[in-house]
């Protein structure tokens, strides 16, 4: 079974400053990843997923992720954060012969002024 | 309204009452889910149905019990409840059961049992 630990329970980072969440995955064969934002009072919406190909996925937002076999990582940037990006993100994975999503716990990303 | 939404919000319940949770979605989708967010815990998924058929029951104590009268609209029941089942209920949907179908989440409702 696949799983996801994201290690930052918690990050703060300035406004305009760069941001990189850390996502590691547990899979045996290639991983389906996503990576989703929740912020407050609202549901998950999908910022970027990777299936294959290019390892460097562009996402909305603003976002980027990039996936690294050797590392079993799926980190999530942005250059420039802004203060709507105040949220809690989840990293995902999922297999290609399965449906379900398993998520990790999350990081919650505060933006100060 | 679009998307998908849940309703109530808000949900406030003692051990001993019933009560239940909507979930509508407006995208024509035929899959639906629903999954249990505890503060700091991942996602769990409890309930899957596809084409209004449940195809997952993830080890979900029988105090919860889905309904899916139809493509568009997911219930699920509640009666006595335990203080651990105060969560963040969210509903989602996609397009087909299949993990590149991007699932689209609802709000949630709030529930806090008493």
């Known amino acids: 079974a696949q799983s996801v630990t994201q290690p930052d329970i918690h990050i703060t980072v300035s406004e305009g400053a760069s941001l990189e969440l850390r996502c590691n995955y547990s899979?045996?064969?290639?991983?389906?990843l996503f990576w989703y934002v929740q912020s407050p009072g609202q549901g998950l919406q999908l910022l970027l997923k990777?299936?294959?190909?290019?390892?460097l996925v562009q996402g909305i937002k603003g976002f980027e992720a990039e996936f690294k076999r050797s590392q079993s990582s799926f980190n999530l940037r942005k250059p420039s954060v802004h203060w709507s990006d105040a949220a809690e993100y989840f990293c995902?994975?999922?297999?290609?012969?399965?449906?379900?999503?398993?998520f990790g716990a999350g990081t919650t990303v505060t933006v100060r002024a | 309204e679009t998307g998908v939404t849940q309703t109530p919000r808000h949900l406030v319940m003692g051990m001993t009452n019933k009560k239940s949770l909507k979930c509508e979605q407006h995208l024509g989708h035929n899959a639906m889910y629903w999954y249990k967010q505890s503060a700091k815990k991942p996602l769990e998924l409890m309930f899957v149905?596809?084409?209004?058929?449940?195809?997952e029951n993830n080890s979900v104590p029988s105090r919860f019990s889905p309904e899916c009268p139809n493509s568009s609209h997911l219930f699920l029941h509640l009666h006595t409840l335990q203080p651990e089942d105060s969560a963040l209920y969210l509903c989602a949907s996609s397009q087909y059961r299949d993990i590149s179908y991007e699932q689209y989440f609802g709000p949630g409702t709030r529930l806090t049992v008493t």
């Open positions: 899979y045996g064969a290639t991983p389906y």
């Open positions: 995902a994975v999922g297999a290609s012969n399965d449906y379900k999503l398993s």
């Open positions: 149905y596809n084409f209004k058929e449940q195809t």
């Open positions: 990777y299936f294959s190909g290019d390892t």
